[in-house]
């Protein structure tokens, strides 16, 4: 079989893949960009309800998990938040804040697509899409062959992301080709996913469906103030996706549910200002409707005159320290990232090479760094990608 030659092979045209393979071919590399899908960057079009998170402003190693919590340091210093918005800017995409530092597309998630395509073409990246992996191997190049024929090159980046939303065709073909070449791959599991609860818990949330409030989600020594939304499997929102990533099965989590609000005080007050008022009204006064009459009704109803102060103590110990033990999370099929990858420790931070087989590059989900939600996973892409993209 003839084999068609390139400096470089990148396989997975997402985030991290299309940023490593326009920035080594405005290098001058001769540049294949692989991909199972029907068309580059899916993810990237589903992202941020359409819109893509891009970015976040306060982008810093911190805001990720790995195994090794400073890895992600020497990428993110090379490719900043900063320098993305700036690629943003120059294709004249409008783009706003939404909360916490959050980038959004003003119009829609195809614009990056877009950008990021228009970028490969002036670096005269060959993208290739709708091309099936069948085996990876090395002996003086590294031999990729696929359903459309062989292809070769000095240098491999790996580059397919994690094993989450599998319907959008993820795979676990990076961490398998790691592996076969000795890379070390660490335990994954779904991150920024919701979580699913079982028997009283379960039946409570499954009536507050579509119920949502501002809380302080704890989980593991990691405390985040976003939304929690009742689901009828069990908690999502931002809180709880934040949490999920610190969350080990068989561990608690502890939700505030009046963050600033010295809920004992403030239901003794209500005894002696409004002895007649009903419970589920005055915790009205506090949480949504129907998540004040359940919790009422749990604690026993009737008014304030009524209740005995340990009582109202007990229930404002819960709505400040409501501690929860999920069964397990919603899955791959619901996770925005998969948590762990290929282990950091082989890897070089400033390239992302693989110390013991030149040539070998993982980039974005496929390695075990895992950001925050809020467009933290997408910078990661963006830095590791544009490292590669350098090095190759």
Same mark, same amino acid.
């Given at each position: 079989?003839? +084999?068609?030659?390139?400096?470089?092979?990148?396989?997975?045209?997402?985030?991290?893949?299309?940023?490593?393979?326009?920035?080594?071919? =405005?290098?001058?590399?001769?540049?294949?960009?692989?991909?199972?899908?029907?068309?580059?960057?899916?993810?990237?079009?589903?992202?941020?309800?359409?819109?893509?998170?891009?970015?976040?402003?306060?982008?810093?190693?911190?805001?990720?998990?790995?195994?090794? @919590?400073?890895?992600?340091?020497?990428?993110?210093?090379?490719?900043?938040?900063?320098?993305?918005?700036?690629?943003?800017?120059?294709?004249?995409?409008?783009?706003?804040?939404?909360?916490?530092?959050?980038?959004?597309?003003?119009?829609?998630?195809?614009?990056?697509?877009?950008?990021?395509?228009?970028?490969?073409?002036?670096?005269?990246?060959?993208?290739?899409? =709708?091309?099936?992996?069948?085996?990876?191997?090395?002996?003086?190049?590294?031999?990729?062959?696929?359903?459309?024929?062989?292809?070769?090159?000095?240098?491999?980046?790996?580059?397919?992301?994690?094993?989450?939303? @599998?319907?959008?065709?993820?795979?676990?073909?990076?961490?398998?080709?790691? +592996?076969?070449?000795?890379?070390?791959?660490?335990?994954?599991? @779904?991150? &920024?996913? *919701?979580?699913?609860?079982?028997?009283?818990?379960?039946?409570?949330?499954?009536?507050?469906?579509?119920?949502?409030? *501002?809380?302080?989600?704890?989980?593991?020594?990691?405390?985040?103030?976003?939304?929690?939304?009742?689901?009828?499997?069990?908690?999502?929102? /931002?809180?709880?996706? $934040?949490?999920?990533?610190?969350? =080990? @099965?068989?561990?608690?989590?502890?939700?505030?549910?009046? /963050?600033?609000?010295?809920?004992?005080?403030?239901?003794? #007050?209500?005894?002696?200002?409004?002895?007649?008022?009903?419970?589920?009204?005055?915790?009205?006064?506090?949480? *949504?409707?129907? &998540?004040?009459?359940?919790?009422? !009704?749990?604690?026993?109803?009737?008014?304030?005159?009524?209740?005995?102060?340990?009582?109202? #103590?007990?229930? !404002?110990?819960?709505?400040?320290?409501?501690?929860?033990? /999920?069964?397990?999370?919603?899955?791959?099929?619901?996770?925005?990232?998969?948590?762990?990858?290929?282990?950091?420790?082989?890897?070089? $931070?400033?390239?992302?090479?693989?110390?013991?087989?030149?040539?070998?590059?993982?980039?974005?989900?496929?390695?075990?760094?895992?950001?925050?939600?809020?467009?933290?996973?997408?910078?990661?892409?963006?830095?590791?990608?544009?490292? !590669?993209? =350098?090095?190759?």
């Amino acid at each position: 079989m003839n +084999a068609q030659t390139f400096d470089v092979i990148v396989l997975g045209a997402g985030a991290a893949g299309l940023m490593c393979a326009m920035t080594a071919g =405005q290098r001058g590399r001769r540049v294949l960009l692989l991909d199972h899908a029907d068309e580059a960057g899916k993810k990237i079009l589903i992202s941020g309800g359409g819109r893509c998170n891009f970015t976040n402003l306060e982008a810093a190693a911190d805001r990720f998990l790995s195994g090794n @919590p400073h890895f992600a340091k020497a990428a993110l210093a090379r490719y900043t938040q900063h320098d993305f918005l700036a690629l943003i800017d120059k294709h004249n995409i409008a783009w706003h804040e939404k909360t916490l530092g959050q980038l959004f597309c003003d119009g829609s998630a195809r614009q990056v697509v877009q950008m990021l395509l228009a970028e490969c073409a002036v670096g005269g990246v060959d993208i290739r899409t =709708q091309h099936r992996v069948q085996t990876v191997s090395r002996t003086d190049a590294f031999q990729v062959d696929t359903d459309h024929g062989r292809f070769t090159a000095p240098a491999l980046v790996l580059a397919t992301g994690g094993l989450s939303i @599998p319907k959008m065709g993820a795979t676990g073909l990076s961490h398998d080709i790691a +592996a076969r070449f000795g890379l070390a791959v660490t335990e994954c599991r @779904p991150a &920024l996913v *919701p979580l699913a609860f079982a028997g009283d818990d379960l039946a409570l949330m499954q009536g507050l469906a579509g119920v949502s409030l *501002p809380v302080l989600a704890r989980c593991a020594r990691k405390t985040f103030a976003e939304a929690a939304l009742f689901t009828h499997r069990g908690l999502s929102g /931002p809180a709880i996706l $934040q949490i999920s990533s610190y969350w =080990q @099965p068989g561990a608690e989590i502890t939700l505030d549910l009046l /963050p600033g609000v010295n809920a004992g005080a403030e239901l003794i #007050a209500r005894k002696h200002t409004r002895p007649k008022a009903e419970l589920r009204n005055v915790l009205g006064e506090f949480l *949504p409707q129907r &998540l004040a009459v359940a919790l009422a !009704a749990q604690a026993g109803d009737g008014v304030m005159a009524e209740r005995r102060s340990k009582t109202l #103590a007990d229930l !404002a110990a819960r709505l400040k320290t409501w501690t929860l033990r /999920p069964s397990g999370s919603e899955g791959y099929g619901k996770a925005e990232v998969t948590s762990g990858g290929v282990d950091t420790a082989g890897l070089s $931070q400033r390239t992302l090479q693989a110390k013991a087989v030149p040539g070998l590059f993982v980039i974005g989900e496929a390695v075990d760094v895992t950001g925050w939600l809020g467009g933290y996973n997408f910078q990661w892409a963006w830095s590791s990608g544009f490292c !590669a993209g =350098q090095a190759v």
